[in-house]
């Protein structure tokens, strides 16, 4: 699966996206260890593509709580990095939406700092 996904990043074909949100939006429960790495692998493969598709599926994995912080926090810090203007609008709503979320706090705190 890995190197699946290091040819994905390499590529960063939108037609990739499908099969990366079912992945993706998949993951219920908190993975450890080797699938963390794989869910971060993809979310890392998301933010290669960057277009409004892979973003809303970087935000929808962004409000999983269910999902390691460490997965959750790169989706975060994919989301910052677009230069999209759709992102910008995706971190606002996220941040509204769940303003006692850890990570909606944390990034508030650094944002003021």
Known sequence: MEKALDEL??????GSLPGLEAFVTAQT???VGAQANVLLKAVHTLAAINDERSLKVLTGLL???????IVR???LAALKQSQLEIAQQLLSEFF???PND???AESMKVGAG
Do not use: E, H, N, Y
Not at 9 to 14: H, T
Not at 63 to 69: N, Q
């Open 29 to 31: 429960i908190t993975q």
């Open 9 to 14: 990043i390499f590529l960063k074909d939108p």
């Open 96 to 98: 509204a939406l769940s």
């Open 63 to 69: 409000g999983k709580k269910d999902v390691d912080l």
């Open 102 to 104: 850890p990570l909606a």
């Open 73 to 75: 926090r790169a989706a």
